[in-house]
């Protein structure tokens, strides 16, 4: 048929079921041995098939064409990470993810050219559009995510404003991906927390979390964690509380046993504010 063979093995399931449903040929009843049936079924399938080939070929193309579009966006995708290995190493996981390049108005022509093959793009094409993608992405994902915050006085509050209570350490963020996901348990605070989850996929398929939102809950213990350490929490950030390094233990909780050491266990203050454990209204700040 002059297709490829890749999309031909491909569709075998689905031309050798349509030949059967077809009754295009059988086996002869007359031949003694199957070794030979097959001569008479291939001598009817020759002209059946010329009558038949745009619809033995309609998926041949379909596929083809899947193919091309997929090798085409795998091409762009492998520029744009080419492109990242020449950033600082620690600027890779702020990256935008690289499946999220197909999206670029840069690609469309490439794109939509004729699915007769796969074509070439040059780098240096895509390479000059890969910052404003990145800041344009950043900030997306920060207008996104601050809408979720809590409103503050004043009402008419700048975007900047909000970016620095994003930064605040009673400001805890979650994951509702992470949930669906059976991945309960994880705690966002900050942007760069917030930008490293929603650029970190968690299957080897499919898109990054795209759906962190404030918590009141955590947040409103992470107010009290930042109360018991005698901080104000319209000003403490989480590198304030990261630089302390205090720990917490509950006042609620029994003794346990480990190793031969009978004792409660001590928390950090992020350790506090994860949802997997109840709510600690019995925290006492450990002295160093």
Known sequence: M??????VDACLY???????LGRMFKYSRSSESLQYAWYTPLIRFIPAFRSKRMTFEHPVIKRREERLRQERKTLARR???????????????YMPPSELVDELPALTTFFNLPLTDRG???????????????ADWTTNMQNAVVATLPQSEPAQETFESKL???????????????DDRSHHGWVRVGWRDICRHACYKPFSWGLPCATLEYNDDLSMTALNVVY??????STTTWRDM??????F???????ETQNRVTGLKAYTWRECVRPTLPLPLGLVLMDH
């Open 14 to 20: 689905y031309l050798s079921h349509y030949i059967r």
């Open 249 to 255: 233990v509950c006042g609620n909780c029994p003794a």
């Open 79 to 93: 520029i744009y990470q080419a492109y990242q290995k020449t950033l600082p190493p620690d600027n890779w996981q």
């Open 2 to 7: 002059g297709h490829a063979r890749v999309d």
């Open 228 to 233: 018991q350490l005698g901080l104000d929490p």
């Open 120 to 134: 070439d793009l040059s780098p240096g094409e895509l390479v000059p559009h890969f910052p404003r993608f990145a």
């Open 242 to 247: 990261d630089a302390l390094d205090a720990r």
């Open 164 to 178: 620095e209570r994003l930064e605040l350490a009673t400001s805890v963020f979650t994951c509702r991906d992470c």
